[in-house]
Structure formats: C-alpha cells, structure tokens
C-alpha cells in the first residue's frame, strides 16, 4: 500500500464524497480506489476484438431489407 498527500480540487472533492456514499465506503481512499478500477475497466480493457470489427463492417456493407411499417412486418411474418 502506498500513502500519498495529494491536492484536489473541490469539484474532484465533491465527486469522491458522492463515491464514498454511493458504495458506502469508509474513506476517500477507498473511493479513489474505485474511481481507478472503474477507469482501468472503461479505458485499459479492449472493448472490441478485432475480428467483431470486421465483421461488423462487412454488416455494414450489405444492402438494407425494407420490410415496410409494422403492421407490414407483422403480416410478413405472421404475428398478428
């Protein structure tokens, strides 16, 4: 564990004040801890293979099916 002094400012104040009673924490260390593991998992995890990116613009390639209104879909496809 490292301690550390640090200088934030209000408005960064008021959001780990909002962490800490949102996940009922018992510091603003802890609240940093889960500020980071939040940003770690939103930033430093791949969102997206590669290969679902090709794939999908090949999708995305392919013309479009009219199917009409809805009342058009559900006579198509028996849903009335």
Request: glycine share 4%.
């Given at each position: 564990m490292v301690k550390a002094?640090?200088?934030i400012t209000d408005d960064t104040n008021r959001v780990l004040n909002i962490i800490k009673a949102e996940y009922d924490?018992?510091?603003?260390s802890e609240a940093i801890d889960?500020?980071?593991k939040e940003y770690e998992e939103l930033v430093?995890?791949?969102k997206v293979k590669p290969s679902?990116?090709?794939?999908?613009?090949k999708i995305q390639?392919?013309?479009l099916v009219?199917?009409?209104?809805?009342n058009d879909?559900?006579?198509k496809y028996n849903l009335d």
């Open positions: 002094i640090v200088t924490l018992k510091d603003k889960v500020m980071a430093f995890e791949p679902y990116l090709r794939k999908l613009k390639k392919e013309p009219n199917i009409g209104t809805l879909f559900r006579k």
